[in-house]
């Protein structure tokens, strides 16, 4: 068996060929989406993440600001900053980009972000509401996931899911939207003790740990959808996922390839999210 490739530049491209059509029903309508990307630093990896996500909204239509900051500005500029952006009316999405400084309290940054706001979804306000079962913006990289199985037909009621993986940003509510859309799931992570039990069982499995090819052919079942979450530089300057993608390909019924699977959509997702938030405003005025 060979695995069908889900391709996310191709659902990517798909789905914002209808996030323009309603960015300019929106603009017609006074309520361009608007999109304010927080950058504080200079890591190499989130200045290429910023400009893709700008990138991004010029194609569909959105209006985008970002704000760079050295990596020694005060948290205090920063967060006046976004009290700023949360009364902007022109702005209907805010992101800071993670990692944030040492000297920095990311959760208060995070908080900080007017909930209706937050198209990361990583607001308290927003978390609870996604644990809740209606949520108001999924943080984009699960959504993405999981749009690649409503892309593809995969009925998750009844399956088994496994996540290897528990961050706030991927593990616990992919493992969430899971558990909503009516598969057992079971969270596996650094103390798990026998990691091969639990994966050989998953009809699912979807790896976020960020450990270059971290899953072999041996862990996973055969006829398993793989979703590969991950995104690793090798020595030599090339990209892999967590998983062995050559050697799962040919157990899998399906799997993401890194480049080119997850990272695209999760882009996409925010762009999602911020329309959502901007047709949310104009239903208000």
């Known amino acids: 068996m060979t695995a069908k490739i889900l391709d996310g530049n191709a659902l990517a491209q798909k789905l914002r060929a209808g996030f323009k059509t309603r960015a300019e029903a929106l603009a017609a309508q006074g309520a361009r989406p608007g999109l304010a990307v927080v950058l504080v630093g200079e890591n190499p990896a989130s200045q290429v993440y910023v400009r893709n996500k700008v990138n991004a909204c010029a194609q569909a239509g959105f209006h985008s600001e970002k704000i760079c900051y050295p990596p020694d500005v005060s948290p205090q500029a920063v967060l006046d900053k976004i009290a700023e952006l949360n009364a902007d009316p022109a702005i209907h999405g805010i992101l800071v980009q993670l990692p944030l400084p040492k000297h920095f309290d990311a959760d208060a940054v995070l908080e900080a972000i007017a909930p209706e706001k937050d198209v990361d979804g990583f607001h308290a306000e927003n978390v609870g509401a996604l644990m809740q079962g209606q949520p108001r913006f999924i943080p984009c990289t699960p959504y993405g996931v999981m749009k690649f199985f409503e892309d593809a037909g995969i009925d998750l009621r009844g399956r088994e899911a496994v996540v290897i993986g528990r961050s706030n940003i991927v593990g616990k509510p992919m493992a969430m939207l899971l558990l909503h859309a009516g598969a057992t799931v079971t969270v596996c992570h650094s103390q798990t003790r026998d990691l091969l039990f639990h994966t050989r069982r998953a009809d699912v499995l ?27 530089r090798l020595p030599g300057g090339k990209l892999c996922g967590d998983v062995d993608f050559e050697a799962v390909k040919e157990v899998a019924s399906a799997i993401t390839p890194v480049p080119g699977g997850v990272g695209p959509m999760t882009i996409t997702m925010l762009l999602a999210n911020t329309l959502e938030a901007a047709e949310r405003t104009l239903g208000k005025m």
């Not at 976020?208 to 899953?215: K, L, M, Q, S």
């Open 206 to 232: 979807v790896a976020a740990i960020g450990r270059p090819r971290f899953v072999t052919a041996e862990m996973v079942k055969p006829g398993a959808v793989v979703i590969d979450v991950g995104i690793n």
